[in-house]
């Protein structure tokens, strides 16, 4: 099993270490963050001591900053951390269901019952969360993030490091623009 370690601490990292430890295919070193948390896993420092882990061995890592008002955060701390060299893993959970016909990019994370359907394209470093749907030949470029209960119907083009609020829907066939928000509940007709 492959070593990898934790970028951030916050709440959305639980729910990626959750599906790492439900997926087996990881073993979860630490974490790195600003500052120690309660935890079960150990607390290695600030992101500084990823070149130092790397040196050791670790090769893979995943970032668990959630999006909302960091997505410029995520993108340079993925650009950093590729520098030292680390590989970016797609973490899926077991209960999630993704075509054999997508594409998923690296460092994407694909949450509880989240549904990728056939022939979508999934950018690198996007957040598929719990019970996402992102229907047949949809477009989803780099950073996105999609929210709990969204749902992202046939053919939908989503601009890079947009944001689609929980349960919001956006209807088959419509662009979503780069860096846009779309509020939870929302839907775009």
């Known amino acids: 099993m492959e070593d990898i370690i934790l970028v951030g601490f916050g709440g959305h990292a639980k729910s990626i270490a959750d599906c790492i430890e439900r997926g087996r295919?990881?073993?979860?070193?630490?974490?790195?963050?600003n500052q120690e948390s309660i935890s079960k896993y150990k607390y290695l420092g600030d992101d500084d001591v990823l070149q130092e882990y790397f040196e050791k061995g670790v090769r893979n890592v995943v970032i668990c900053l959630g999006y909302l008002g960091k997505g410029d955060?995520?993108?340079?701390?993925?650009?950093?951390?590729k520098k030292i060299g680390y590989s970016f893993p797609v973490i899926k959970d077991?209960?999630?269901i993704v075509s054999?016909?997508?594409?998923?990019?690296?460092?994407?994370?694909?949450?509880?019952?989240?549904?990728?359907?056939?022939?979508a394209s999934i950018g690198k470093?996007?957040?598929?969360n719990t019970l996402a749907l992102v229907e047949h030949e949809c477009i989803v470029d780099d950073f996105v993030h999609?929210?709990?209960g969204s749902i992202v119907c046939g053919q939908v083009k989503i601009g890079k490091a947009a944001f689609l609020g929980a349960n919001s829907t956006v209807i088959q066939c419509r662009t979503i623009g780069q860096n846009e928000i779309v509020p939870a509940g929302a839907t775009i007709r």
Not at 76 to 81: A, D, G, H, Q
């Open 25 to 33: 295919q990881f073993n979860i070193v630490g974490y790195t963050d």
């Open 73 to 81: 955060i995520r993108e340079r701390l993925y650009n950093k951390i």
């Open 94 to 96: 077991p209960s999630s």
């Open 100 to 119: 054999d016909t997508a594409v998923i990019g690296e460092g994407t994370f694909i949450g509880k019952g989240a549904i990728i359907n056939a022939e």
């Open 125 to 128: 470093m996007c957040i598929i």
């Open 146 to 148: 999609i929210a709990v």
